[in-house]
């Protein structure tokens, strides 16, 4: 295909489906997601993203409110679909055991060992019902298929719906839940795999390889995410048949984001071209930079199941960035990042479309 025969970046399907200006998506980040960050995307026309992972409905509320005051462009929430394979509570000992295994870092840090909490996620029905009452532009979901009457519910308050999928068959399910476009996420993605069918492990596709097949399996709009950091992404994934793109690890990178700046000069840095996929510090697969506390759980081989692992971990991890301690943190990472050169939203987004 040649460069006078690709899709035009301020007309394609998921323009015109999501009333935004250039087919650019920032990805949905678990624990980072800024307010500043979300705005700038969607007042430079893409579609800012703000991850919920974590957060109950009140907090819910308050971010979307926040944001409706940031920016008066269309922006998503992104909701985790509860799968089957959380681990909703432990016998007091085995509590006890994975509490043990991290109690080396929590004593670095000066934090006492957490108590058994009453639950390790805020309730799913509570965050779905503050993220339709917000009315955002959209509500975005990774690890499942949102069910029937959540899509419903939401195409009745005008809202669309997007699904993330890691192979096709994963992009077809979400169709036939009735999803408004599908995001297809390619391993080289940081942080999370979301793959919800087959465990992650066996749904390892690479971008370039997942995103013609999605787009030749599905009828609504596909978003190619995962390696994609400049122009030079942008175009191959349009001309795969991507009507846009999601892109993560450059936005996180940026001083509008919620990562400190030890992580974001991690980012920029050469360590940034190594990349892991590790259990160890959420007790799902997920995509980082290697440090000390991977590479010392990975040995010692005791990370507890999702999502005892990330409440386990996100008592000291915090206290860590704060402390600019990258040892001790989650860098999450995918392999484009040794082609980040910005530094602001605003440059991401331009260095992405010029000239593609």
Known sequence: MTAQHLPSVNSSRLTELLGIDVPVVLGPFGGVSSVALTAAVSDGGGLGSFGLYGYDGGAIRKTAADLREATAKPFALNLWVPNGTETTSLPAGEYEKYTAALKPYFEELGIPLPAMPGRYMPDYGE??????????????????VPAAGVVEEAHRRGIKVMGTATTVAEAVALEAGGVDAVVASGMESGGHRVSFLKPAEESLVGT???VPQVADAVSVPVIAAGGIADRRGFAAAMVLGADGVQVGTAFLATRESAAVPAYREVLHSPAAAHTVLTRTLSGRLARGIPNRIITELEEAGTAAPFPVQNWLTGRFRPQAAARGNTDLM???????????????????????????
């Open 208 to 210: 370039f390889a997942l």
């Open 330 to 356: 989650s860098l999450w990472a995918g392999q484009s990042a040794p082609l980040l050169r910005h530094h602001t939203a605003a440059e991401v987004l331009a260095g992405l479309l010029d000239g593609a």
């Open 127 to 144: 965050q779905v019902e503050a993220a339709l009452e917000a009315r955002p532009a959209v509500v975005s979901f990774v690890f499942g």
